[in-house]
């Protein structure tokens, strides 16, 4: 399988986790996990990864790669985008680190769509390697 064929593949998959993760921990009820998240955070993952998937498919799309046709700053800009938006999600995931002390709280294992941070851990862990792979995709002249 090519490159450039897996990129396409793999490109809706960024999506995918800023949805979830938007529906997983927005509202006033739906605490998932032991912390809040602030809200902040969750709309600098939302916003930012919804751009950036947005400009990653109309850089997919303008047929830069072999041929270097378009603007190879849309596909700069798309990447430092879902860059943004791996590390916001990292940080989201950092709120499962369990406090240390005598008087930090138990943890709360109950979660709406899983036990624990594991589903968070895979969403998140693997946006980071997707990135990591559609940047050197992007540095080899893949797409």
């Known amino acids: ?29 739906s605490k998932s ?43 700069v800009v798309s990447l430092a985008m879902l860059w943004i938006t791996a590390v916001t999600g990292l940080m989201i995931l950092a709120r499962w680190i369990r406090p240390r002390g005598k008087r930090a709280a138990q943890p709360v294992l109950e979660d709406s769509w899983s036990r624990g941070p594991w589903l968070s851990i895979l969403a998140h862990g693997g ?8 940047t050197w995709a992007y540095l080899v002249t893949a797409v």
């Open 1 to 29: 399988m090519s490159t450039a064929l897996l990129v396409y593949l793999l490109t809706p998959l960024p999506g995918v986790v800023v949805i979830l993760t938007r529906l997983r921990l927005a509202g006033p009820q």
């Open 33 to 75: 996990g032991r912390l809040e998240i602030s809200p902040r955070v969750l709309n600098v993952h939302t916003v930012v990864g919804l751009l950036a998937g947005a400009t990653w498919i109309g850089f997919l799309l303008t047929g830069i790669g072999s041929e270097h046709k378009g603007n190879p700053i849309v596909g």
């Open 127 to 134: 946006l980071l390697v997707l990135v990591l792979f559609f």
